[in-house]
T-cell receptor, first 117, second 115 residues
C-alpha cells in the first residue's frame, strides 16, 4: 500500500525567509501524482501545487516550488519570501495514476508551519 | 463558482443521536469524496461516488455510517447512532475527473462533536 510520510510535525520560519517542508512517499507505481495542500486555521483545504511523476521539471507556483526526487521518492515544498499568511498546516498527498480505488488521494500527517514577524 | 458547500459548519450532538452532514459539490464535477480528519489518524477517505454511484465505501468505519448521493448536486453522510469517537472534522471534496493531475476541491468541513 502507498504511504506518505511527513517527518516534521512542526516548522518555524522568519518572515521573508525561505523554508522547506519534507515529504517522502512509498509506492511501486510509475504513474502517479503528488500534491501539497495548505490548511489554514479556517480549516479550508487549499491546493498549493501539483507534480506529475512523469515530468522531470519541478513544479513552481509563484513563491512555492517543489524539489521532486523520483528515485529517492521525495517531494519537498519550498516556500520563498515567507509571509504571515503562509502560517498553516501543510499536507503532502499522493495519488496513483489511472483509475480504480487506488487513485484516491493519500495524505501525510501534516506539518504545522509558523511564521514569525 | 461557489465551490464545494458543506453544512452545517459545526454540529454538537449527544451520544446516540442521528447526525446528517450535507454537501453540494461543484457543478459539473463527477466525483465526490467524503473524508474524515482527526488528530490521531489524519485525513482518511470514507467513501467516494462517481456520477452519483457509490464506488468504494471500504473506508466507512462501521454500519453506523451511511452516505447517499441522490443527484449530482447533493450528498449526505449520516451517522446513526453517533458516538463520542465520531468527533472529527468531516470534509467533502469534488473532482472533475479521477485520473490525471486534477486535485480535489474541498469544502470547509463540518466539525462534529459528540458529547
Amino acid at each position: 500500500a502507498q504511504t506518505v510520510t511527513q517527518s516534521q510535525p512542526e516548522m518555524s520560519v522568519q518572515e521573508a525567509e525561505t523554508v522547506t517542508l519534507s515529504c517522502t512517499y512509498d509506492t511501486s507505481e510509475s504513474d502517479y501524482y503528488l500534491f501539497w495542500y495548505k490548511q489554514p486555521p479556517s480549516r479550508q483545504m487549499i491546493l498549493v501545487i501539483r507534480q506529475e511523476a512523469y515530468k522531470q521539471q519541478n513544479a513552481t507556483e509563484n513563491r512555492f516550488s517543489v524539489n521532486f526526487q523520483k528515485a529517492a521518492k521525495s517531494f519537498s515544498l519550498k516556500i520563498s519570501d515567507s509571509q504571515l499568511g503562509d502560517a498553516a498546516m501543510y499536507f503532502c498527498a499522493y495519488r496513483k495514476g489511472g483509475g480504480g480505488s487506488q487513485g484516491n488521494l493519500i495524505f501525510g500527517k501534516g506539518t504545522k508551519l509558523s511564521v514569525k514577524p | 463558482d461557489a465551490g464545494v458547500i458543506q453544512s452545517p459548519r459545526h454540529e454538537v450532538t449527544e451520544m446516540g443521536q442521528e447526525v446528517t452532514l450535507r454537501c453540494k459539490p461543484i457543478s459539473g464535477h463527477d466525483y465526490l469524496f467524503w473524508y474524515r480528519q482527526t488528530m490521531m489518524r489524519g485525513l482518511e477517505l470514507l467513501i467516494y461516488f462517481n456520477n452519483n454511484v457509490p464506488i468504494d465505501d471500504s473506508g466507512m468505519p462501521e454500519d453506523r455510517f451511511s452516505a447517499k448521493m441522490p443527484n449530482a448536486s447533493f450528498s449526505t453522510l449520516k451517522i446513526q447512532p453517533s458516538e463520542p469517537r465520531d468527533s472529527a472534522v468531516y470534509f467533502c471534496a469534488s473532482s472533475l475527473r479521477r485520473v490525471g493531475n486534477y486535485g480535489y476541491t474541498f469544502g470547509s468541513g463540518t466539525r462534529l462533536t459528540v458529547v
